[in-house]
């Protein structure tokens, strides 16, 4: 089965450089969202999409921004890279239902940023 | 986490049965998710409550009691590959669906 395919799956930066992630989600899934994972901590969402449109935002820095295209795919796109910016960002997607188990997320490999 | 709380780390044998207790802020709650995440990789679907009660899936069960915003899930005839973190997740029902995560839990099987 098809499943979230995310790239790349390194990459590596430099302070002040931009970085863009890609990720592709499940065939037939409207909703993906963007998380990110420090070092021994727990993911922490930063923004999602529904049906091409933002639908809600966490603590994603104003350094960063997302888009879902028109084939449900979405970039995170991180600009004026930081050192504290390193960490693995994974890409989920749902199907977006009405709730309960329907909205289990499936997640990709993730991408480990890492910026030097 | 946010308003989630469980065990930084439990370590049991091969064979042993294990329990990982969550609790979480109830306001606003819309089930709850327990996902296993093996180290540098992505979390997995693991099980889903949103009613009271035991709801078993092999040798993994998850209950919960949503008057006392608490969970567990049950690990039995444990086996080495089980060594992972094992993430309580609580569904917020904002309109749409956000996921809050725990801090996670990390189990060491040893043999």
């Known amino acids: 089965a098809a499943g979230v395919i995310q790239s790349p799956r390194h990459l590596i930066k430099e302070k002040r450089e931009t970085a863009t992630l890609k990720c592709y989600p499940i065939?037939?899934?409207?909703?993906v969202y963007w998380y990110q994972q420090g070092p021994g901590q727990d993911p922490q969402f930063l923004i999602s999409?529904?049906?091409?449109?933002?639908?809600d935002k966490g603590s994603i820095p104003d350094r960063f921004s997302a888009q879902q295209f028109s084939d449900y795919h979405s970039e995170l796109n991180m600009s004026s890279l930081e050192l504290g910016d390193s960490a693995l960002y994974f890409c989920?997607?749902?199907?977006?239902?009405?709730?309960?188990?329907?909205?289990?997320?499936?997640f990709g490999s993730g991408t480990q940023l890492s910026v030097l | 986490g946010q308003n989630i709380d469980q065990p930084t780390e439990m370590t049991a044998t091969e064979g042993a049965i294990v329990q990982i207790n969550c609790t979480y802020q109830?306001?606003?709650?819309?089930?709850l998710f327990w996902y296993q995440q093996h180290a540098g990789e992505a979390p997995t679907f693991l099980s889903y409550?949103?009613?009271?009660g035991l709801e078993e899936k092999g040798r993994f069960s998850s209950f919960l009691s949503r008057s006392k915003g608490y969970s567990y899930l049950l690990l039995k005839e444990l086996q080495m590959k089980d060594s992972a973190s094992y993430l309580c997740?609580?569904?917020?029902?904002?309109?749409?669906?956000?996921?809050?995560f725990g801090t996670g839990t990390r189990l060491l099987v040893s043999p």
């Open positions: 989920a997607s749902s199907s977006g239902g009405t709730g309960g188990e329907e909205e289990k997320l499936f």
């Open positions: 065939p037939r899934h409207d909703t």
């Open positions: 999409f529904y049906e091409k449109m933002q639908s």
């Open positions: 109830t306001s606003g709650f819309n089930g």
């Open positions: 409550n949103v009613l009271d």
């Open positions: 997740v609580r569904g917020v029902d904002t309109g749409f669906q956000k996921l809050v």
